[in-house]
Each structure stands twice: as C-alpha cells, then as structure tokens.
Nanobody, 116 residues
Framework: VRVVESGGGLVQPGGSLILSCAAS????????IRWYRHAPGKDRELVST????????YYLDSAEGRFSISRDNAKNTAYLQMNSLKPEDTAVYSC??????????WGQGTQVTVSS
C-alpha cells in the first residue's frame, strides 16, 4: 500500500499549485480521498474531500472558491488545484485515502509555502 503526494513547493501570494496524490496497492476507486493540512502551531485541518465516484466534494470555508479537488480513478490519482494562494495556506498537505470504519492510508505529505 502506498500513497505519495507531490507538487508542493514555494509560491508567491496569488500563485497556484497542483498537488497530486498517487496511490497503489489498493483499490483506489473504492476510497474517499481527503486532503489535510498541518501548519506549525496549529491543529491539522481537513481542507477538501472527494467521494469515491468524484460526484461529491467538500471544501474548508477558507478554501472554497480557490481550491478544486478532483480524481482520476483510471490513474489511481487525486489532485488538489490551489489558486489565489495566501500565506496562511502555508502547511504540509497530506492525502488520506479512506473507507471510514475500515481502512485508512496516508501519504508522507508535501510542503506548500506561500511567501514573497
């Protein structure tokens, strides 16, 4: 079982990044995908969720309208498109593949830093 995030980096305020979450070793299309972030000194927070079929999504209030979650079950990959980034978006972003009550798989996270 493997979950690997990529796409993080340093970006200026107002910039964009696309994070990827590549999965292997399990049936990706059965799992809900959640993106979390954890900033120093703050609690981990759920940023966005997409259901297994991709039909339903959820966004943290502060991400609504700026972030977009998607998935390609044929490629076993989920994405988080982040636009209009702000310094307060700086955090380690982690992908969680979950079947609630049964299985949960985490990646190692990818650092996003928004700074001029």
């Amino acid at each position: 079982v493997r979950v690997v995030e990529s796409g993080g980096g340093l970006v200026q305020p107002g910039g964009s990044l696309i994070l990827s979450c590549a999965a292997s070793g399990f049936t990706f299309s059965d799992y809900i995908i959640r993106w979390y972030r954890h900033a120093p000194g703050k609690d981990r927070e759920l940023v966005s969720t997409i259901t297994s079929t991709g039909r339903t999504t959820y966004y943290l209030d502060s991400a609504e309208g700026r972030f977009s979650i998607s998935r390609d079950n044929a490629k076993n990959t989920a994405y988080l498109q982040m636009n209009s980034l702000k310094p307060e978006d700086t955090a380690v972003y982690s992908c969680n593949a979950i079947i609630p009550g049964y299985y949960s798989h985490w990646g190692q996270g990818t650092q996003v830093t928004v700074s001029s």
